[in-house]
């Protein structure tokens, strides 16, 4: 069975970083793109960062642009989002996604994982 289980969230003040990882249980996670979304209260859920199968191309939001840094380890079947500068508009739940195709569609996602929640205080 897939599982896509997140870590890392939690409370932090505006300014400071957290770095949320994503534990996929995929027999072949090689082959599919990895990605961060985020959904915010009253919110539609958002992408905020994509990479590859073999992690040489990268994609990110406007906003988070600069910010964060999305990562994988193929040999640990994990991928990371390292978030920098945080701010109050960065609170959301964030999940990991999975899926064969890149760039990631939200709407084409195969597998999602529960999300951690990420909160800024101001």
């Known amino acids: 069975q897939v599982q896509l289980v997140e870590s890392g969230g939690g409370l932090v003040q505006a300014g400071g970083s957290l770095r949320l990882s994503c534990a996929a249980s995929?027999?072949?996670?090689?082959?599919?793109?990895m990605g961060w979304f985020r959904q915010a209260p009253g919110k539609e859920r958002e992408f905020v960062a994509g990479?590859?199968?073999?992690?040489?191309?990268?994609s990110y939001v406007d906003s988070v642009k600069g910010r964060f840094t999305i990562s994988r380890d193929n040999a640990k079947n994990m991928v990371s989002l390292q978030m920098n500068s945080l701010n109050s508009e960065d609170t959301a739940v964030y999940y990991c996604a999975a899926d064969r195709s890149y760039p990631l569609n939200i709407h084409a996602i195969r597998y999602w994982g529960k999300g951690t929640l990420v909160t800024v205080s101001s």
């Open positions: 990479i590859n199968r073999g992690g040489g191309s990268t």
């Open positions: 995929i027999p072949t996670f090689s082959n599919y793109a």
